[in-house]
DNA sequence: CTGAAAGCGCTAACAT
DNA sequence: ATGTTAGCGCTTTCAG
């Protein structure tokens, strides 16, 4: 076991193709094949090679790599708030998939700016093959304009022509509206997410429309940014609307609102039902929230697939692929019947 | 504004520093210049090139210029677990710091396991000038080693002889039985992390100590994986305990003794105090948790720096620096007088 | 202050 | 199944 050798205490020249080529007596496109492609060389040549460069020491140079390819063998992917609990899993899967294509990632936070963004994405086309866009907060041109220069996929974004992984919350919107009504809520009230948003749009859509199905009332309680003192505010607005159960467009705020119903004496689910979205707190509330699972984990493993897919197929082909992943209702303990009145 | 080109819609050959420097009459070392050393130019030749190459849609080549000057300009940053509410905040620093340098980061997730992290290391190695190892899990002799190889800078983590930046939690602990101390507690429980751990190691030594000062009893609840569930059963063996407050490792903990607490009908602050650490749920607990607050974000950014100057200096130069951050008490609504026997 | 030329380490035709 | 030979795009002495 003789140390690899890099950078710190320096310790001579490095070690490249070329110096295991001569200890090997090769040429050094023998050595290059042994790590790239293995398979156009004799089993025993692979063999004896790779002991070599492991004994000296003898680490690939990705830059130099990457030059001669052109292909960087980097992928970036963009979020908004690494913070936010939604994204870990959707990053953590996206690596993951990447890492099984010897494909490194480069995880950039945006802060929730557009332009943040924006200047984001154009460090990363240095340094990057495509970029996994989460919960992209550019505008549609923005977005199109993008991907006409470089291979995108987004994640939660639905923007025609762009190729895009979708979680659908919808089915779970419209199983949590039946859920209610099935227990004898007769009045809900939707508390939104940020007003610009896809997400929003079609959570509150499927609850319009299920709800309407099922003659059910629904108070729309407005747009808002997804954040435990938005809900903590709404709950005296939620009593007052007279419902008997709020959806929110997502687990913080729902969690808010939980807080501020508690505060103000609200039992859940007795007096009132709640139901978030996305499962991002899991049972860490009290008490554990209703919410609305999605395969997170998968949308960020498919959008790298795609994206490498992209990457590697020449310019031009196929046209962009629009994946939905569907949500479902998860029940847990805020919510119940109706009270009776 | 013409568009900058880039691998899709492909759109004939790439534009570089080749392309400018005909466009301009100028030779390619001058348009290099412009990019890295502009200084050495004439300002107006700086400022017409630049103008040239933007218009042209240049965009400088990574993986040459890393090829050339050796220097990747990227770094990695390794953490056990995004997902984990006390990252983010670090990973966000060091990563505004980086980019301050115009350096990227490579983010990279080890799923708490010490191979994968090992694992992970052997791969970054190839695509990065050095490494932010945050709360890792390998063994001291390993860190040593790799520090031994490559530039590597610690974040909670305390390995003699390797470059690092603490928080010390211990002030905040300490403050933290002060203040149980001065409300009449006399008898307090410590819950645990993980085992092997600097940051569980001096917790717990902090809280002993001060206890002793101040004549307090310290229970030992022993040492657990910081999760919410962990906490939550061990509620009952802090209410057996006969102690009035409990001191968790981590807020997460807290959180989890704080549920059990509440479902076994015992009040908090009323019948028992309890104390987080690391400040990462903020308010949304209910009641706020009373936690330790440390500059984790600081502590991201300091770690970077520290890792940009070891990368820039020559090697063999300076010793390992050790930073330690202080973390303080900041008291919510978890914690309150002793209750009168 | 600017140009010319020699690579950085690796891969990819093209031969053999 | 391997060797030969050009570069990939950029930086950097060394001259001028």
Redesign the pocket.
Known sequence: MSPARTPPGDGGP?V???TVAAAA??????V??V???PH???A??VERITALAAELG?V??HA??A????RLGTIGVVVPDIANPFFPPVIRAAQARAADDGVSTLLADTDESAEREADLLRTLSWRTDGVVLVSSRLPDDDVRALAARRHVVLVNRDVDGVTRVLLDTAVGMAQAVDHLADRGHRRLAYVGGPAPSWSDDTRRAAVLARAAERSVDVVDLGAHRPEHDVGLALAPALVASGATAAIAFDDVLAQGVLAGLLAAGVDVPGDVSVVGCDDILAVRTVPPLTTIHGPSDEAGAVAVELLLRLVHREPGTGSAERVVLPAELVVRSTTGPAPRC
């Open positions: 490095r490249t193709i070329r007596g090769v040429s050094t496109s023998t290059s094949r790590f790239s492609h156009l060389l004799r025993s040549t003898y690939p140079h130099a790599r030059l001669s390819t052109g």
